[in-house]
């Protein structure tokens, strides 16, 4: 029997020699976790957006995840543009071909508007992922860049 560290955290999935968890978030992202089925041990740690992980599989022994990362700026894209994105890049995982993207300024403005936000509430943003492998996973990472105020 093996313990495994997930406390708060609620189980997903398994597949192959892999389990998933995601933690309770009140942020707009969802922390998870991918852990060896045979020893515990946590393999991947990342953040999705709230439509959670899309794909789970594992093909030839390597593990495969696709999903919406999601990341919690400190600062607000509709009010400060451009500034605001290049604080996100450099403060959050973002891989350098997302970071490269220009600012999600009129997809952030549109989301705060949908759900009628203050302007200078803090943004998410998200993009698509896929992770390949563990030790360290490859990141590939892409646009588009979608925008959403913190609840």
Known sequence: ARILATAGQRFLGRTGGFLV???????????????????????????????????????????????????????????????????IARDGPLPPAVAALPAPVKACAGSYRAGKAPKDTPSIVSFPVQLTGTAPPTVEAGGPVRCAPTP
């Open 21 to 87: 968890f995601e933690q309770a978030s009140t942020n707009g992202t969802v922390p998870f976790a991918v852990l060896d089925a045979g020893t515990g041990r946590t393999l991947i740690r990342d953040t999705t957006a709230e439509a959670g992980i899309d794909t789970f599989a594992v093909a030839d022994g390597t593990l495969r995840l696709g999903f919406q990362r999601g990341v919690q700026g400190a600062c607000s894209i509709p009010k400060h543009g451009a500034a605001c994105w290049a604080r």
